[in-house]
């Protein structure tokens, strides 16, 4: 769990960095949108390990496992649904993909 958390800091930090110094130029929002749904599915996985760890004290209401787990589940659907910004990026990943000019052989 911890391994994961770690990774997602990693990358929240890369597409945080990128999209301030490129601010001025061209923020990419494929590199947020890999952020945020990568950092929401791990969240949901490492709070759901979370939850067996702790069994049913996990469940209770008001534990900190399980607003932990709340938080986590409600941030997958926040500001985008990870299944439609992962389409959107997708898509301008293909398009900037189709603007680079191949060399003819």
Same mark, same amino acid.
């Given at each position: 769990?911890?391994?994961?958390?770690?990774?997602?800091?990693?990358?929240?930090?890369?597409?945080?960095?990128?999209?301030?110094?490129?601010?001025?130029?061209?923020?990419?929002?494929?590199?947020?949108?890999?952020?945020?749904?990568?950092?929401?599915?791990?969240?949901?996985?490492?709070? &759901? /390990?979370?939850? %067996?760890?702790?069994?049913? *004290?996990? !469940?209770?209401?008001?534990?900190?496992?399980?607003? =932990?787990?709340?938080?986590?589940? &409600? /941030?997958?659907? %926040?500001?985008?649904?990870? *299944?439609? !910004?992962?389409?959107?990026?997708?898509?301008?990943? =293909?398009?900037?993909?189709?603007?680079?000019?191949?060399?003819?052989?």
């Amino acid at each position: 769990m911890f391994s994961r958390v770690e990774a997602c800091r990693a990358i929240s930090r890369a597409a945080m960095a990128q999209n301030v110094t490129a601010a001025a130029v061209s923020p990419s929002t494929e590199r947020a949108i890999a952020a945020k749904t990568f950092c929401t599915e791990t969240a949901v996985e490492v709070t &759901s /390990s979370a939850l %067996g760890l702790f069994g049913g *004290d996990g !469940l209770k209401r008001g534990s900190l496992v399980e607003k =932990l787990f709340r938080d986590a589940r &409600s /941030s997958v659907v %926040g500001y985008g649904s990870n *299944d439609v !910004l992962a389409l959107v990026g997708a898509r301008r990943l =293909l398009d900037d993909a189709a603007r680079v000019p191949t060399r003819d052989r």
